[in-house]
């Protein structure tokens, strides 16, 4: 595509750029960089994010959610059941 805004690398005056793919020193995550294409150049401009953060978020938390309810789910099951045993200790309790 080409370079419609009329941007120039602020070390070679190149007008083209490109998006790479790079993992920071000390970072866990990968970052996209907008830099100068031009081969000899390379100069770094700016960087993205890789992932949509909010994105993540949000899918995180449905996720935590569907699993928290699946635990509720779990424990009124059990709570049922607890109280099943409690009656058949008590009905056979009483019969002695
Ligand atoms: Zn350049």
Do not use: Q, W
Not at 13 to 34: K, Q
Not at 60 to 81: D, Q
């Amino acid at each position: 595509m080409a370079n419609i805004s009329g941007t120039k690398c602020p070390k070679c005056g190149h007008t083209s750029f490109e998006l790479v793919r790079d993992c920071p020193t000390n970072s866990n995550h990968d970052m996209y960089y907008i830099r100068c294409s031009s081969f000899s150049c390379h100069t770094f401009l700016h960087a993205i994010p890789l992932a949509d953060t909010n994105y993540l978020i949000e899918e995180t938390k449905k996720s935590v959610e569907r699993r928290i309810s699946g635990v509720e789910n779990n424990i009124g099951i059990v709570n049922e059941n607890i109280g099943r045993v409690v009656a058949l200790i008590k009905a056979f309790t009483d019969k002695k």
